[in-house]
């Protein structure tokens, strides 16, 4: 257990719909960072935030937006849904504000089915 | 944007063998990760390299980053059943705040 809680697990939803995946950092984390990962890109970075700031950003489709709540907790919006948008979005955390050095820790991440 | 092209991309062995993986770049890191994950979890982290040419061992896992810091290497010895998972190297920039993952070397080791 990682300690970084993603809820829900799995998501089946229809194209155009929207959806929000939750993220709750390990206890002292003031980081989160979402990924995607699909099968035929890898695992993808899309956006951080720090102490409630955004901090740097990846790959992030317009159509995604992303915030952290003042209780550090995060949410990724994902709307107007695409087929390509299936996909596992992880969360992870930790207590630098750069990049994953020295250490994040990952959640168990949401499975996102766009039908 | 800085690329990671990771090698093998699957890798079949039997118990007991060894094996190595590479990760390979074009461009230059502050440091070096490498996370394993297995299937319906996240991935999590093995080492970070941070120096040119440092190595670091993790059991049977021995991790080696680049002289040039552009390229970094896994290699396992006598490999077992539990070793079975998607080996994930990421590049670090961290003046930039950017991380770059390479597409995985998915191991299998059979018993």
């Known amino acids: 257990d990682s300690g970084v809680t993603q809820t829900p697990k799995h998501l089946i939803t229809a194209t155009g719909q929207r959806v929000t995946l939750r993220c709750s950092p390990r206890?002292?984390?003031?980081?989160v960072y979402w990924y995607q990962q699909s099968l035929d890109q890898g695992l993808q970075f899309l956006i951080q935030?720090?102490?409630?700031?955004?901090?740097a950003k990846g790959n992030i489709l317009e159509r995604f937006s992303a915030q952290q709540f003042p209780d550090l907790h995060s949410e990724l919006n994902l709307s107007s849904l695409e087929l390509g948008d299936s996909a596992l979005y992880f969360c992870?955390?930790?207590?630098?504000?750069?990049?994953?050095?020295?250490?994040?820790?990952f959640g168990q991440g949401t499975r996102l089915t766009v039908v | 944007t800085q690329l990671l092209e990771q090698s093998p991309q699957f890798l079949s062995i039997q118990e007991g063998e060894n094996l190595t993986v590479y990760c390979n770049s074009s461009?230059?890191?502050?440091?070096l990760q490498w996370y394993r994950q297995e299937p319906g979890e996240g991935p999590v982290l093995l080492v970070t390299?941070?120096?040119?040419?440092e190595v670091k061992k993790l059991k049977r896992l021995t991790f080696q980053f680049g002289d040039a810091r552009k390229d970094s290497s896994l290699h396992i010895t006598a490999a077992q059943p539990g070793d079975t998972g998607l080996y994930l190297c990421?590049?670090?920039?961290?003046?930039?705040?950017?991380?770059?993952f390479g597409d995985g070397t998915t191991l299998t080791v059979k018993p």
């Open positions: 990421a590049g670090l920039n961290t003046n930039a705040g950017k991380s770059t």
């Open positions: 390299v941070v120096t040119g040419g």
């Open positions: 935030y720090y102490n409630g700031e955004e901090r």
């Open positions: 992870a955390s930790s207590r630098s504000s750069g990049t994953l050095y020295p250490e994040a820790f």
């Open positions: 206890s002292g984390d003031l980081s």
């Open positions: 461009s230059v890191f502050s440091s």
